[in-house]
């Protein structure tokens, strides 16, 4: 039922025209979510459309009080997390960076040892890299049925409808496609469409987008299809996902079939073929780059040979055939007015320069990075000095130098603080490391906060509704101390929507995102713990090595004893090691910790990790290669085996499945004799991979 009043709009005084307006923009943006993020609209459309009209009347009449957040400004509900999630048949993982000439031969020589390759030449697509969003299309028999963005990598948002707006997005491919096949691309905006969209902005009395890519990801993700489609906006298709067959043998063929199937490939693509050709074609797009009409940030390289990328394959989040080079950092001078101190979850006192805003590259900067002591005292940074401020693509901006012959009388060395600001726990730098730590624990509201923000963060749990600031918020007031609250919040729906800014919608809104999130996976479940040094490629380790969630609690506990099994065991898991394995036993030997990982497990559905590959004689084995490998390298090697499901140690005990001998094998291969384990040769392992692969 309408609360908005019944006078005729000729009667309304001004006040009375003011109270009402307002009323109408808070129900009419009710309707809108109801209607657009539940699609369950609580109003018949005669009665929303007579509630529009009644408000644009008021406004006729009224022009001075047209409000900021009027429905006559905007079409359909703002984006704020009503898409559902879609789960990408095959990752969207990320790119390494490189910056120099350098960087990128190093890049080549890693791929040359990897495949033990001498000094053959190396051939690459060069695509000049679009500042822009990731998306994946999904083509079945030929017709476009899904599309998604990026993401974490593993899930993305289903903005199907909206992509389906875009002239740009083939809804069937030309000729002969395979029956199923994810086709990858970017979404970008021109700078003309850009201005465009911005003048339009202001006109409307609406706030202009910060840059182009701000623009493309927000107009791609309208839950208002109406608004995608009145939004110029392009797309660039370059990669492949999941496919039901082959589609080419080299990356460079692979383009020419998308061109094919309809899509527009960036025209500036260039096949090259050898490092110095690269090198070359990254000048060449440094010097075009300001009269482009699109905004790049750099040049993707990419292994031309498809078979090459899959023996090349991924490691972490990136794959191994595959670079950005960046363009060279972007910089400006300006005032650091004071420095403040930052503590991490993991306790690092982190100080952070505090400037006088200065537009770096597009992007307004008021603070960055000065990472620890040793870096302020070794570049001499002072309070009140000018510097020199750099912004490389999107890493976090620092301070490179202090111009010196522009420092005041009155700048003031900075005193680095052994006290923790937060909590006023004594901060210790541990022996071999730079950082200051605050000793607090958890008993420093910093360190938990900054666990909690980590905890809901995209890669782990990804809780729609609960950001940095709600966060800050519900732990002050007592609403959320540990991570097991957050799962307690449902039952505080009618609490929350009675809170500023809140209502009865977003709570439900939190309440719903909450209990989606009640099922995860190990590796989630693994890396939202915030234990130090575990980062995603180590929960995802973890998860593959350890399978299940009672499996991995209990060796993470019998491997809180130095010298056990356990804890050899896990420091032997290649990628983990000693110093990790240490810093997980310190972890489990805290009882307070295994306590918040047992109240998690009573409250959550923590999915067993899937093996790499189903089924085969490698699946769940532990492998471990020693000697010297003459036809392949042991990174090779190695990533051959965890693509077929195996596990892979450095050392050899009785839970060892096959130890594979290469030349001059020495202690490992005598022990593998000792315990009985299973032996082969390096011919022998590679006919197995070759079984295993068919």
Known sequence: MSTTGTRSVEALTEAEAATELAALAAEIAGHDRAYYEQDAPVVSDAEYDALRRRNDAIEARFPQLVRPDSPSLRVGAAPVGGFAKLRHRVPMLSLDNVFAPEDF????????????????????????????????????????????????????????ANLRTMKSVPRTLHGHAPALIEIRGEVFMTKADFLALNAAQEAAGQKPFANPRNAAAGSLRQLDPTVTAGRRLSLFAYAMGDASEPVAPTHWAYLQRLKAWG?????????????????AFEAEMGARRAALPYDIDGVVYKIDDLGLQRRLGFVGRAPRWAVAWKFPAEQATTVLDDIDIQVGRTGALTPVARLQPVNVGGVLVRNATL????????????????????????????????????????????????????????????????????????????????????????????????????????HADGLIKGPADIFRLPAHESEIAQREGWGELSARNLTRAIEQRRTISLARFIYALGIRRIGEANAKLLARNYRGFAGWRAQMLAAVAIGSEARSDL??????????????????????NVATIDELAGMLTIEDAAPEAGGGELAGKIVVFTGTLETMSRPEAKAMAEKLGARVTDSVSKKTDLVVVGADAGSKARKAAELGVRTMTEAEWRALVVKEQH
């Open 105 to 160: 031969a190093e890049f080549c020589d890693r791929i040359r040892r990897f495949l033990t390759l001498k000094d053959d030449p190396l051939a690459f697509v060069g695509e000049p890299k679009i500042d822009g969003l990731s998306i994946s299309l999904t083509y079945e028999n030929g017709r476009f049925v899904q599309g998604a963005t990026r993401g974490d990598g593993t899930e993305g948002e289903d903005v199907t």
């Open 571 to 592: 420091g032997s898991i290649v990628g983990i090691g000693p110093a990790i394995a240490e810093e997980l036993a310190e972890f489990f030997a805290e009882p307070r």
């Open 263 to 279: 899509f527009t490939v960036n025209p500036l693509s260039q096949h090259l073929a050898g490092e110095t050709e690269a090198a």
């Open 371 to 474: 990472h620890n002591e040793d870096e302020i005292a070794r570049k001499d940074i002072r309070i009140g000095d000018t510097v020199v401020l750099q912004r490389a693509g999107d890493v976090i901006p620092q301070i490179v130098s202090v111009v010196l012959d522009k420092r005041p009388a009155t700048a003031k060395p900075y005193v680095f603080p052994h006290i923790c600001p937060v909590c006023g726990s004594l901060a210790v730098r541990p022996p071999g490391e730079v950082v200051l730590r605050c000793t607090g624990g958890l008993t420093c509201a910093a360190q938990t906060e900054e666990r909690l923000i980590h905890f809901v963060s995209r890669p782990a749990f990804d809780i729609e509704g609960l950001g940095e600031k709600t966060i800050r918020e519900f």
